[in-house]
């Protein structure tokens, strides 16, 4: 059965600091993708990744993934207020998706 | 612009009733999903279709079921409403194509008194 843990699953930072949010999952799989949620609201798509080596870029935010070792990180450099949210992963099981229990994160100014 | 577009925001029920959630999307998706998403335990996959008439059970599919009549909507049906149904209720939607990522839904948040 697959299964995906992210830690940290709640994080507190300042504005202005880098951090990373590591998303780790149990079966092999070649596909993984990001999601951000603000309160109350859906899920948006952030990135998605399709191979080993995979690595994508979007404003603040960078996420990576490394298949052999089964993680993928998502850093944020230099964060802004307009970053909290909660983000999820999550691995392609088959044209299904099985997600992470998520990362709440505020960025305190 | 994609559109993933869910009945209700919110809605109460009571314990026993039947309830139920559609959801409509219009980007001619094969594949439409129904999750539920509790604190701490992120988002659960319900029921699944890949095409019309066709369903497949998730990971926590009991007291659910489900309806695909049509291309674009993807019904959630609770038989017999219980409070452990108290949960927000997220549809996606996506394509066949290796990779594609879900659209999602605004979400249905059911109580269940």
């Known amino acids: 059965e697959l299964k995906v843990e992210q830690n940290p699953l709640f994080l507190s930072m300042q504005e202005g600091k880098n951090y990373t949010i590591y998303c780790n999952y149990s079966?092999?799989?070649?596909?993984l993708y990001w999601y951000r949620q603000d309160p109350g609201k859906s899920l948006e798509s952030l990135f998605v990744?399709?191979?080993?080596?995979a690595v994508k870029q979007e404003g603040r935010l960078m996420a990576s993934l490394d298949t052999k070792a089964r993680l993928s990180t998502l850093h944020i450099t230099a964060a802004v207020h307009d970053l909290s949210a909660t983000y999820f992963c999550?691995?392609?099981?088959?044209?299904?998706?099985?997600f992470g229990a998520g990362t709440i994160l505020r960025v305190k100014s | 612009d994609v559109k993933v577009t869910q009945s209700s925001r919110y809605l109460v029920k009571r314990t026993g009733e039947k309830v139920f959630l559609e959801c409509v999307q219009d980007?001619?998706?094969?594949?439409m999903f129904w999750y539920r998403q509790d604190p701490g335990l992120g988002l659960r996959l319900i029921y699944f279709?890949?095409?019309?008439?066709?369903?497949e059970k998730g990971d926590i599919p009991e007291g659910y079921s489900v309806s695909r009549e049509k291309k674009e909507r993807f019904s959630l049906i609770l038989e017999s409403a219980s409070t452990n149904q108290t949960s927000m209720y997220l549809c996606a939607s996506g394509g066949h194509r290796v990779g594609e990522t879900q659209y999602f839904g605004p979400g249905t948040r059911l109580l269940v008194l």
């Open positions: 980007m001619d998706h094969e594949n």
């Open positions: 990744l399709l191979s080993n080596g």
């Open positions: 999550a691995v392609d099981k088959g044209n299904k998706l099985v």
């Open positions: 079966t092999t799989s070649d596909r």
């Open positions: 279709s890949y095409d019309v008439k066709m369903k």
